[in-house]
């Protein structure tokens, strides 16, 4: 806790700072910084400031909340001209793991209208694209189409993950973690019989690995 604040001081130390001498050169004051975050707060979240407010009406749903918060973030960004010459995708950090940065270009993409109305449609786009994956496991097959064509499917899991509501980072660690955890208990079956994992043994680790699945389950 004697961290947290700390570290939240020395935030607002630079902010004041740095508001300080903007307002010295007439720019703008720590006020105005205040107001103005107050104001995007309560135009993004009609929801939880009054929709009344600005006119708008009763949203449904979470999606519907978050496809306002969306849209309208969308349209501050074109108003100051972020979403301009550069266009819409261009800010999203090119050094991000290749999950995050899958996410944050399709949530980019639909702040603007450009994603599914629904999640059975993305499900619909995976087996249209795992299929399409199969179709490179030919011999024959170009191998930069099989690593587009796995691309492709990949992103499309992203994309179902999102409409889920699953952060797919998270989801793939936590499928590492099991993994690493079964596997362990096959080792450790097979240790029991004098034996180590390997070529030979592959039905017994298959079994071993069912055993382990079975035990996380209960």
Known sequence: MRICETSGGDLLLQVVFHAHMAADRGSFTFSDVVRGICDKLRRRHPHVFGSQ??????????????????????????????????????????????????????????????????????????????????????????????????????????????????????????????????FAGVEAGLREQGRGPGPDVREEMEHLWEIAKAREKN
Do not use: I, Y
Not at 121 to 147: G, I, M, Y
Not at 148 to 158: I, M, P, R, T, W
């Open 53 to 182: 407010v600005f006119g708008e009406s009763v949203f449904a749903d979470a999606h519907q909340v978050h496809t306002n918060w969306e849209h309208k973030k969308a349209t501050e960004q074109t108003r100051k001209g972020r979403a301009g010459a550069n266009g819409v995708l261009a800010s999203v950090a090119q050094a991000l793991p290749a999950l995050v940065q899958a996410e944050k270009l399709q949530r980019r993409a639909a702040r603007v209208g450009f994603d599914w109305d629904e999640v059975d449609s993305v499900f619909d786009k995976v087996r249209e694209e795992l299929s399409e994956c199969e179709q490179t496991a030919a011999a024959q097959a170009n191998p930069t189409e099989r690593v587009h064509e796995l691309g492709d499917l990949l992103f499309a899991c992203v994309n179902l993950a999102r409409h889920l509501g699953v952060d797919a980072e998270q989801a793939l660690r936590t499928a590492n973690r099991r993994f690493e955890t079964r």
